[in-house]
């Protein structure tokens, strides 16, 4: 995703280290845990921000003063200046709405299980911050429109996968998660709901 946003020459600069997006990524949740430790499954300083305990503005702001304080050491660090890269992409809803992309296969696949009658309500439930999932609903209406409810991190304070977060969402959608099925892209999110005892699919479509 933060390939589109980050400038050319810089990128062609790091990635001639043999560096890579993921190793990126991976560098970014390093930094991210110096900040303020490391959380359930992520930095924590990104989980305060998907669960609503801090605003993107300030989660922002906290880190770019982070790496301009590691700056005044490392002036000409091309690392450091992706990482900010990649750090405006994530707490920027503005920017992340645009680079996040609808898997329509996925989508095409539901709605015809539900018109066959296979499936009779589908929902949506993830970690997101408000901002970001109140965008993307304005943007997609029409895919936001076949969902019968959605549950995102922000509104209790919960993050996937913790037990607690599955099964406020099934309280509050009013559903059996034992007679559901869950969609997972993640695996490691998936081996959890499956430790649950829930139905899993791990999604393999694309597109």
Same mark, same amino acid.
């Given at each position: 995703m933060a390939l589109k946003y980050l400038n050319k020459v810089r990128?062609? *600069? /790091?990635?001639?280290?043999?560096?890579?997006? /993921?190793? @990126?990524? *991976? *560098? @970014?949740?390093?930094?991210?845990s110096e900040i303020e430790g490391g959380g359930l499954t992520r930095p924590s300083i990104i989980e305060k921000w998907l669960t609503g305990q801090s605003s993107s503005t300030d989660s922002l702001t906290l880190v770019k003063g982070y790496i301009d304080q590691k700056r005044l050491v490392r002036k000409n660090s091309t690392t450091l200046g992706l990482l900010m890269d990649i750090a405006k992409l994530t707490f920027t809803?503005?920017?992340?709405?645009?680079v996040l992309i609808v898997n329509n296969t996925l989508i095409r696949w539901l709605l015809e299980l539900k018109k066959a009658g296979n499936i009779t309500c589908i929902y949506l439930s993830g970690n997101m911050d408000k901002?970001?999932?109140?965008?993307?609903?304005? !943007?997609?209406?029409?895919?936001?429109? !076949?969902?019968?409810g959605t549950y995102m991190s922000f509104e209790d304070s919960l993050l996937k996968p913790k037990r607690e977060f599955y099964d406020r969402m099934s309280s509050k959608l009013n559903f059996n998660p034992f007679k559901t099925c869950f969609i997972e892209e993640n695996q490691s999110d998936a081996n959890v709901l499956s430790s649950y005892g829930f139905a899993v699919v791990l999604n393999k479509f694309t597109g």
């Open positions: 990128l062609m *600069k /790091y990635t001639a280290r043999g560096e890579n997006p /993921y190793n @990126l990524r *991976k *560098k @970014l949740d390093s930094l991210l809803p503005d920017i992340l709405v645009q901002m970001t999932f109140s965008l993307l609903a304005n !943007i997609h209406r029409d895919v936001f429109s !076949i969902f019968d």
